[in-house]
């Protein structure tokens, strides 16, 4: 079980991370299609996956 907490640690600190980094990017004025760009590649995600992230960030604000 220890396993499987780590995992989750691990995955809530990674998402909270990478929510983080497109709250900032919003800040800054950066594009939608540019946010969603460099997050895929920097943290080699999906598309899917990043547009969920982004639409998840939108409902926390």
Not at 5 to 28: C, H, N, P, Q, W
Not at 42 to 48: L, M
């Given at each position: 079980?220890?396993?499987?907490?780590?995992?989750?640690?691990?995955?809530?600190?990674?998402?909270?991370?990478?929510?983080?980094?497109?709250?900032?990017?919003?800040?800054?004025?950066?594009?939608?299609?540019?946010?969603?760009r460099?997050?895929?590649?920097?943290?080699?995600?999906?598309?899917?996956?990043?547009?969920?992230?982004?639409?998840?960030?939108?409902?926390?604000?």
């Amino acid at each position: 079980m220890c396993n499987y907490s780590s995992y989750v640690f691990t995955e809530g600190r990674d998402k909270g991370i990478i929510l983080g980094a497109i709250d900032t990017m919003r800040d800054d004025g950066v594009s939608e299609e540019k946010i969603m760009r460099r997050i895929m590649k920097k943290y080699q995600i999906s598309e899917d996956d990043a547009k969920r992230l982004m639409d998840e960030e939108k409902e926390l604000v």
